[in-house]
């Protein structure tokens, strides 16, 4: 995965039904929320990072349930719309 800006990440997981929870410590907590109900797939971003790199990507990538980096970069891309994303975690038993 590539190098991404924070603000591309949040703006890309506010897109696809993901959630700020409010008042956590040093992290900004999302969750997915779909159809009114909250799931256990999430993503923690930090206050002082300004840009993820490869290694951090990964993890997030990992926490987001992608199996296929191409996928994950269209996530953030997005060329790969909330439904999408929504049905890709129905069909390998996420949801």
Not at 7 to 20: D, R, Y
Not at 64 to 92: G, I
Request: proline letters at 2%; a positive charge.
């Amino acid at each position: 995965m590539k190098v991404r800006k924070t603000k591309e990440i949040k703006s890309a997981l506010q897109k696809k039904g993901f959630v700020l929870e409010p008042s956590k410590d040093h992290y900004d907590f999302y969750y997915l929320k779909v159809d009114g109900k909250k799931h256990a797939i999430y993503t923690y971003l930090s206050h002082g990072i300004k840009e993820y790199n490869t290694s951090l990507m990964a993890q997030i990538k990992r926490q987001l349930r992608f199996r296929d980096t191409q996928k994950a970069d269209n996530f953030f891309d997005c060329p790969l719309s909330a439904e999408e994303y929504v049905q890709m975690l129905r069909d390998n038993g996420y949801l």
